[in-house]
Nanobody
Framework: QVQLVESGGGLVQAGGSLRLSCAASGRTFSSYAMAWFRQAPRKEREFVAAISRSGSNTVYADSVKGRFTISRDNAKNTVYLQMSSLNPEDTAVYYC????????????????WGQGTQVTVSS
């Protein structure tokens, strides 16, 4: 069982930056691929970024490539999402997810989810 707790969301102006964190419980964090998803009002949940268990492989949605960076610190059981050049279309609830296997962009493949953190970008 893995529990995930996101933090770092908030209100930011367009062009600004935020760093999200996701702290995981348990001693097997390094066995899980981690990902960030987001869901905007009245929209489907969408994949944002994922990182492999070792951190050597990362995958990004085209909409965030070059602006967002996913990273992890296995010693701290934490995954991060550094977001820059934010725009109002990035406004959403951001969710952290864990998968006891390799990286995938498919949300249904992830086993554990956090409660989400709100990111609001004002124009």
């Amino acid at each position: 069982q893995v529990q995930l707790v996101e933090s770092g969301g908030g209100l930011v102006q367009a062009g600004g930056s935020l760093r999200l964190s996701c702290a995981a419980s348990g001693r097997t964090f390094s066995s899980y691929a981690m990902a960030w998803f987001r869901q905007a009002p009245r929209k489907e949940r969408e994949f944002v970024a994922a990182i492999s268990r070792s951190g050597s492989n990362t995958v990004y949605a085209d909409s965030v490539k070059g602006r967002f960076t996913i990273s992890r610190d296995n010693a701290k059981n934490t995954v991060y999402l550094q977001m820059s050049s934010l725009n109002p279309e990035d406004t959403a609830v951001y969710y952290c997810a864990a998968r006891y296997s390799g990286v995938t962009t498919t949300g249904l493949a992830y086993d554990y989810w956090g409660q989400g953190t709100q990111v609001t970008v004002s124009s």
